[in-house]
């Protein structure tokens, strides 16, 4: 697939209709202030909080860049999408998985002098936090030996959290910075361009700016739907217990409450807690999941769907089977019928680090260059099952292929 320049009038057209309505809904800021645009091609790098994110880091760019991003493959199977992504010069990419193809792609954009935006946690962060990435993604960068911009986006994750069906209004920054030259690369250690990468990304870097925080406004019942990827209590340990009704998550089994205000933290109903981030309850319930698998864990089995890509341009995904899908420390296993023969895939613990899903829908695995969604009997556990591939990977991998990332838990699930 041969990697165009993002057509310039779509761009345009996105610049003129939708950067406005970012200023607008999301009082849109993009910072500059200690960042100075390298000449020629280079590589722009950004957390990955929202649906919009792209959008948060394109659109100021233009017209000085035209930016072609590395999109997750999935998205080009969409029959409202499968067009018009290879127009805005979108590079594909498998989902956690090695993938050549992509590489090369990205490489042939840099080549002829363009830029490219890569997400390196590869997957809108579940934990509300920054996720971590890929461990190879430092030696990619230290090879494309191209000068690399940060994009840090704050707000992000309250006004348009992946959680909620809609939008809301409130405040988002995105801030540039120079984080590589070329001249850096060539001096770093692969250790060193990838712990850089995860402190800047994760705002944990000390001299990272220091602003105000967010506050949404005119939001209304601010919690509804945070159930979709919180399922632990962390006060009776119960699961699927938790019910949101406008500002409060609460939990029918034990009473315990918390109150969402409206820089989008936390107040648990117990005496004298901190307002709390979303990610910290994340991280528990990481720890939860956790500490519930070990070396004698008893199999987790589940009757399922299972659909692949349809072979129409654009068809989407369609069921081409179903069966049973057994899950323990060796890896996800799945038997049953797939195009009307029986069939057994085998994804091991090694080659699966994460999982992406659909809230309440399925949960997808790429493997090998190929791509499956799992739809599970239970739509509710596709969230946990999220929850509980990265804490098999962390546990049982031989050598763990992501960085740890930001409270999300699973790094330090016992």
């Not at 200023?23 to 100075?36: G, I, Q, S, V, Y």
């Not at 809301?168 to 250690?189: A, C, H, I, Q, W």
């Not at 933290?265 to 319930?285: P, V």
């Amino acid at each position: 697939m041969k990697i165009k320049r993002p057509n310039i009038f779509l761009y345009f057209i996105a610049y003129i209709l939708i950067y406005p309505m970012l200023k607008l809904l999301f009082r849109f800021e993009a910072n500059r202030d200690h960042f100075d645009l390298p000449k020629g091609p280079c590589l722009f790098l950004a957390n990955h909080l929202s649906l919009y994110d792209f959008l948060f880091v394109m659109l100021p760019m233009f017209p000085k860049r035209r930016i072609n991003a590395v999109t997750a493959q999935k998205f080009f199977f969409a029959k409202s999408l499968h067009k018009i992504l290879p127009k805005l010069g979108c590079i594909p990419k498998n989902m956690f998985d090695p993938d050549v193809r992509s590489i090369v792609g990205i490489k042939a954009v840099l080549k002829r002098g363009d830029s490219v935006l890569l997400f390196p946690e590869g997957r809108c962060s579940s934990s509300m936090a920054y996720s971590g990435m890929h461990r190879s993604t430092g030696k990619l960068v230290e090879k494309l030996g191209v000068p690399v911009v940060s994009c840090f986006i704050e707000g992000g994750e309250i006004c348009a959290p992946h959680w909620r069906k809609w939008f809301r209004f409130g405040k988002v920054r995105v801030t540039y910075r120079n984080l590589f030259s070329k001249s850096d690369l060539s001096s770093l250690s692969t250790q060193e361009i990838s712990s850089a990468i995860d402190a800047r990304l994760s705002g944990a870097e000390g001299t990272a700016p220091a602003h105000k925080p967010f506050r949404t406004v005119f939001a209304r019942k601010l919690a509804e739907g945070l159930s979709r990827i919180l399922f632990y209590c962390p006060s009776c340990e119960s699961e699927f217990e938790l019910l949101t009704s406008k500002n409060t998550i609460s939990c029918s089994s034990c009473g315990f409450s918390a109150t969402m205000d409206k820089q989008g933290l936390l107040t648990s109903s117990d005496a004298n807690s901190d307002r709390e981030h979303i990610s910290i309850w994340f991280g528990k319930q990481a720890r939860f999941v956790g500490r519930s698998i070990n070396e004698n864990m008893e199999p987790i089995v589940d009757n399922v769907k299972v659909s692949t890509p349809s072979p129409e341009p654009g068809g989407g995904m369609v069921v081409s089977g179903a069966g049973t899908m057994t899950i323990d420390r060796s890896g996800w296993r799945f038997e049953g019928i797939m195009h009307g023969e029986n069939a057994t895939l085998f994804f091991p613990v090694d080659s699966v680090p994460a999982i992406s899903y659909d809230h309440q829908k399925n949960y997808q695995i790429f493997s090998n260059g190929d791509y499956f969604t799992f739809t599970p009997s239970d739509l509710r556990m596709c969230i946990k099952y999220v929850v509980l591939a990265e804490c098999l990977h962390w546990k049982f991998a031989s050598e763990p292929r992501l960085t740890a990332g930001v409270n999300s838990g699973f790094a330090t699930a016992p």
